[in-house]
Nanobody
Framework: QVQLVESGGGLVQAGGSLRLSCAAS????????MGWFRQATGKEREFVAA????????DYANSVKGRFTISRDNAKNTVYLQMNSLKREDTAVYYC????????????????????WGQGTQVTVSS
């Protein structure tokens, strides 16, 4: 069992930056690939970024590539999402997820592959 708690959301002006954190409980954090998803009002939850168990492989949605950076610190059981050059269309509730995978280099983009989710943190970008 893994419990995930997101933090770092808030209100920011367009062009600004935020850093989201997702803290995981338990001593098995390093065995999970991690990801960030977001859900805007009235829309489905969508993939944002993913990182492998070791942190050596990352993947991004095209809409955030070059602006967002996912990273993890396995010693602190935490995954981060650095968001720069924020746009109004980035406004959403952001969720982190943990996916059980076999290999160290695997990243997971598919929502249904995730085993655990946090409660989400709101990010609002104003113009």
């Amino acid at each position: 069992q893994v419990q995930l708690v997101e933090s770092g959301g808030g209100l920011v002006q367009a062009g600004g930056s935020l850093r989201l954190s997702c803290a995981a409980s338990g001593r098995t954090f390093s065995t999970y690939a991690m990801g960030w998803f977001r859900q805007a009002t009235g829309k489905e939850r969508e993939f944002v970024a993913a990182i492998s168990k070791s942190g050596g492989t990352t993947d991004y949605a095209n809409s955030v590539k070059g602006r967002f950076t996912i990273s993890r610190d396995n010693a602190k059981n935490t995954v981060y999402l650095q968001m720069n050059s924020l746009k109004r269309e980035d406004t959403a509730v952001y969720y982190c997820g943990a996916a059980s995978v076999l290999f160290n280099s695997v990243v997971v983009r598919t929502l249904s592959r995730y085993d655990y989710w946090g409660q989400g943190t709101q990010v609002t970008v104003s113009s």
